[in-house]
């Protein structure tokens, strides 16, 4: 018995260290943007600080973060809306059909998705140029397509086969079609898993970076890891704004992964059930 | 036009007679009135931005600026001339390190985002070969557009030349800065010195070994040695000039940094790093500013843009400003900056309009509010203002440095710049780093520069100032 | 697809349609989105372009012959590799251990705690924790360097030296990865049906049995997933590190994708960066069968 609370103990010690590493970054990232430049430098850190507001007065009213944001969420909201409408009839496809060809387009999908970025994103710049769409968030929202959908596709296929196919099979002989199955057996009952590959897929089009800043460069469309990179360009680097800005960009999709924080533990079983 | 003497003419000929016809003398007068409407009138009436920019009211200049205080500058102002033509101008900011990217795939893909292009003077051999941009010269032949208060020569000559590509002015300068030394004035009284050190060699020798004091955080010089741009200029190119090195004879089609002056010169860096702090490899101009600033740093040698920063920081009134030291062969201070260009592939009308802003903006009347407002310019009436000067202690060094102290092919003046650079970086990086000993590591560089110029022809887009 | 030119009865070609109904919409959207690049990437990957520097040359495998024999990418390709082995175990130890603590954990208070915050790293912007991290581990005025002060070690120049830039980037990465690893681990573990579980404690108290016999087969699709997951990801690795110092000190952390940026972004040689990342391709599908194929060695 004894030895079983000590477990216990050392789980939870072990647990509470785990805890106190990711949330230390954090913790330093929300202090620095409410320090002054010259206390965000201070040896021995400063702990206790007066919370100063001003990085944040200027990022919003300045710098026009909230646009930004504005400009991250229509993409990340197209991408993902497209990428699920699209990608989860593509796996319930490869779920519960055998074709010819069903190998070669998973390839194909995974393909896309391991291509390195910054060589995908000249010709997509180019050819985005010559149809005069730079600037413009359909742009993102269409390369992002190329990891959006191979994620949704490789976490869905195996939430689908999870379904009995009892259930399917007793629809079909009441005379549904194979979309109404679908549509209407199949995706209630996966609806964590959904969620998962749409939150996932949400928070690498949300972070974003590379494709960002090469193809919505201007103020107006930008989105707001731009914003915050902007900030490296001059002669001295704001960290305070740095950080506010980091603030705003990471708040939103840490909120959004803690409040579905359920979904993702039970969806995320990425193949567990053989 | 009413010829009022002719009636005057005929009364004194009918009361006196001992006048000229009144026909002949009304037909003089007469003629010297036509000559006048018809030759001189065009002198009377001065060209004007508003007349010019007439025939553009209305339109949109994009402008390409960096986040950096010139530009700042040049934001503030716009709004005057926007307000005197009626063309509106949009300021597209990047950080520098995507200014080359973002203007390459624009002309590239000919998608004309933008009109007037900021090109830093390494950069206009690459923008001109491909007739990306419009030479000055048409412009300038277009007596509607022209300002003839424009005054090139007004520019430093070493910037004029810096832009001038085959024998063609490619640009206007805006935002030109020089390598100047800023130092503390407090910390080197206390350490028993009256002043900076002239020569780069009093630097390491005298300077140096008092200035070094690990325990209280107090180092001499910092050199901003991080990768990229920062690394070819400020931190390898800056000890070659100096001690004699050259990147290459053009004539030979050769590399010369495994000279053994090029060699020295590096070597001299290399002592110096020991007396830098440590992390200095990764530090770049907000680093080593701050350095200085937080008086952990006695001396850096910095862009002059950077005066008002540190003028306004923690080392207030102790800063010290005064041209780069002097290395054995002769003083070559750091040259960089930029110019504005007319997008060559944007409609004439837009290209008109652009230059219209671009000449506004580099004029020699709009040099001393850009220059109060923070912004450098390269322009001699302005930058050798007395009044100026003593406002701003930074332009007497820097005048002084570009007319004695610099070349305009500091850097090379080459199409291949870019990726030249980055091997220099590479290397110049290693070398500091230790990886490398320097005549080791400036041979493996030589050779490897050597292929790339050769397999590339870039020989053939050598561009020699003056020439 | 069917059989071209057979006859046949409406009906089963509608049936043996169906499948291209579902899979259709997306890969008419990631073939216009996804095959011109890549396509353009092959084409390029054979021609001699340097942007600025004239037109596009055919060039034939010119490009792969540079690349395979530079030591530039050759270094980026090893580092990659040597960044990868030394981030993916830490990761999958670390990963399984929280994922089994936070199976054995009755205290459902401190079970929901750690759930969400492992959330929370992986939904950071690659790039703020690139600048974060260049805050944090400042060598005079870090954080980082203080605490270790505080415990008695001496300062790390982590932003300035080589092996330590290195490290820094591969505590960060493991810092942000960890977390992932543990949920689908802990997702895996979750499938495992409580009867067996009990059975098998009544059985033997034997920690090591239970989890080797038990929770290992459960945990190996999870593992392999992840693992997978891993490698790609950490091969593709920009956005942090350049965030931190686009690569440097000198090119002490320039993985393969800094390495091609820099090609393709400063040196305007699309050429050559094509062909460089068609390698990593290759690399990388080679990597990721293997690891799927050692995971499933047992099984046909």
């Keep these: ?274 | 036009m009413r010829l009022p003497m002719l009636s005057l003419s005929v009364d004194q000929a009918t009361v006196e007679g001992n006048v000229m016809k009144p026909s002949v003398k009304s037909i003089l007068l007469g003629s010297a009135c036509a000559a006048a409407v018809l030759g001189f009138a065009p002198s009377a009436r001065a060209w004007t931005l508003q007349q010019a920019a007439a025939p553009f009211k209305g339109e949109t200049v994009t402008v390409v600026g960096l986040d950096r205080p010139s530009y700042k500058a040049a934001q503030k102002l716009t709004p005057e001339f926007e307000k005197e033509t009626g063309i509106h101008v949009k300021w597209v900011i990047y950080p520098y390190g995507n200014t080359l990217k973002a203007e390459t795939l624009n002309f590239v893909s000919h998608s004309g985002q933008f009109d007037a292009i900021l090109s830093d003077v390494v950069w206009p051999v690459d923008f001109a070969k491909a007739n990306w941009v419009t030479p000055v010269k048409d412009f300038m032949d277009d007596k509607a557009i022209l300002d003839p208060n424009i005054d090139l020569k007004d520019f430093f000559k070493v910037w004029r030349q810096g832009f001038t590509i085959k024998g063609q002015l490619v640009g206007l300068p805006f935002d030109s800065y020089s390598g100047l030394l800023y130092y503390n004035k407090k910390i080197l009284k206390d350490h028993g010195f009256s002043g900076p050190p002239k020569t780069w060699n009093e630097l390491l020798t005298k300077y140096a070994p008092k200035l070094y004091d690990p325990s209280k955080h107090l180092y001499p010089y910092v050199l901003q040695s991080a990768r990229g741009e920062t690394q070819t200029a400020d931190g390898f190119t800056r000890f070659l000039w100096p001690w004699g090195g050259r990147y290459f004879n053009a004539a030979q089609k050769k590399i010369t940094l495994d000279s053994p002056d090029a060699i020295k010169g590096e070597e001299f860096r290399q002592k110096l790093t020991k007396y830098m702090p440590p992390g200095f490899l990764a530090d770049n101009h907000p680093q080593v500013v701050q350095l200085l600033a937080q008086g952990q740093v006695a001396m850096i040698t910095e862009w002059s843009a950077f005066y008002p920063t540190l003028a306004a920081s923690r080392i207030g009134p102790d800063l010290g400003v005064t041209v780069e030291p002097k290395g054995p062969k002769g003083r070559f201070a750091a040259f960089g900056g930029f110019a504005y260009m007319v997008s060559a592939q944007v409609p004439k009308k837009m290209q008109d309009a652009t230059w219209l802003f671009i000449q506004w903006l580099t004029s020699k009347s709009m040099a001393k509010p850009l220059i109060e407002n923070g912004a450098v310019v390269a322009r001699i009436s302005a930058d050798t203002n007395p009044a100026l000067q003593a406002k701003f202690p930074y332009l007497k060094p820097m005048v002084e440095t570009w007319e004695h102290g610099s070349v305009s092919d500091w850097r090379p003046q080459i199409a291949c710049y870019p990726y030249f650079s980055e091997i220099v970086s590479d290397f110049g990086s290693k070398v500091e780093a230790g990886d490398y000993t320097v005549p080791v590591g400036m041979k493996k560089l030589s050779a490897k520069l050597q292929s790339y110029m050769n397999s590339t022809d870039c020989w053939s887009s050598v561009n020699i100032p003056g020439k | 697809m069917t059989e071209p030119g057979v006859p046949e009865v409406k009906e089963p070609l509608l049936r043996r349609m169906e499948p291209w109904f579902f899979v259709g919409p997306s890969l008419i959207l990631l073939l216009s989105v996804g095959l011109f690049p890549t396509a353009f990437v092959l084409y390029f990957s054979f021609h001699n372009w340097i942007m600025g520097m004239g037109p596009a040359v055919f060039d034939g495998f010119s490009n792969y012959a540079d690349a395979l024999s530079s030591s530039g990418f050759i270094n980026a390709i090893l580092r990659t590799f040597l960044f990868l082995i030394l981030t993916l175990p830490v990761e999958l130890f670390l990963g399984i251990s929280i994922a089994l603590a936070l199976d054995q954990t009755r205290n459902a208070w401190m079970r929901r705690l750690v759930q969400i915050l492992l959330v929370v790293p992986i939904a950071t912007t690659p790039s703020v924790v690139g600048m974060l991290v260049q805050l944090m581990f400042n060598s005079q005025l870090g954080v980082v360097n203080y605490g270790l002060h505080r415990i008695g070690i001496s300062p790390i120049d982590w932003l300035g030296n080589a092996r330590g830039a290195m490290g820094m980037v591969i505590i960060t990465q493991i810092w942000e990865w960890t977390p992932f690893v543990a949920l689908v681990l802990s997702a895996s573990l979750a499938t495992v049906p409580q009867d067996i579980e009990e059975a098998i404690t009544l059985e033997t108290e034997g920690f090591w049995a239970r989890f080797r016999y038990i929770k290992l087969p459960y945990l190996r699709p999870g593992i392999a997933a992840s693992l997978v997951f891993q490698t790609i990801f950490t091969i593709k690795t920009f956005d942090m590190i350049y965030s931190i110092e686009k690569g440097g000190p000198g090119n002490a952390t320039e993985m393969i994708a800094l390495k091609i940026e820099r090609i393709a972004f400063s040196g305007f040689n699309v050429g050559l960066a094509s062909a460089e990342s068609v390698l990593t391709l290759i690399v990388t599908i080679v990597l990721a069968q293997s690891v799927v194929a050692f995971l499933y060695k047992d099984e046909v």
């Excluded at chain 1, 939103?252 to 990425?270: C, D, S």
């Design chain 1, 1 to 274: 018995m004894a030895r079983y609370r000590l477990f216990s103990l050392l789980h939870g010690v072990f647990l509470f260290i785990v805890a106190l590493i990711i949330i230390f970054p954090f913790y330093w990232m929300v202090a620095s943007s409410l320090k002054s430049e010259s206390e965000i430098f201070q040896i021995p850190p400063v702990w206790l600080f007066r919370p100063d507001f001003h990085a944040y007065h200027e990022v919003i009213f300045e710098d026009g973060i909230l646009r930004s944001l504005f400009n991250s969420l229509i993409v990340t909201a197209g991408a993902v809306v497209l990428g699920v409408t699209v990608g989860a009839p593509a796996a319930y496809g490869i779920a519960r059909y055998r074709f010819r060809g069903r190998s070669q387009i998973q390839f194909w999908y995974v393909t896309n998705w391991m291509l390195i970025p910054v060589v995908v994103l000249i010709p997509f710049y180019l050819a985005a140029a010559d149809l005069r769409m730079i600037d413009n968030p359909i742009t993102l929202i269409l390369i992002y397509q190329t990891f959006v959908i191979p994620l949704v596709v490789w976490l869905l296929v195996d939430q689908f086969k999870a379904v009995p196919i009892a259930l399917e099979e007793a629809a079909l002989l009441d005379g549904m079609s194979r979309f109404g199955i679908f549509l209407r057996i199949t995706l209630p009952l996966t609806v964590p898993g959904v969620t998962v590959a749409a939150i996932l897929a949400g928070i690498f089009a949300w972070n974003d970076l590379l494709y960002a800043f090469i193809l919505t460069p201007g103020t107006d469309a930008r989105t707001a890891p731009t914003v915050m990179m902007s900030y490296l360009g001059g002669y001295i680097i704001p960290w305070s704004k740095v950080m506010a800005s980091a603030v705003m960009i990471t708040g939103p999709v840490v909120i959004g992964g803690i409040a579905i924080h359920k979904y993702i533990a039970r969806g995320l079983t990425l193949g567990a059930v053989k």
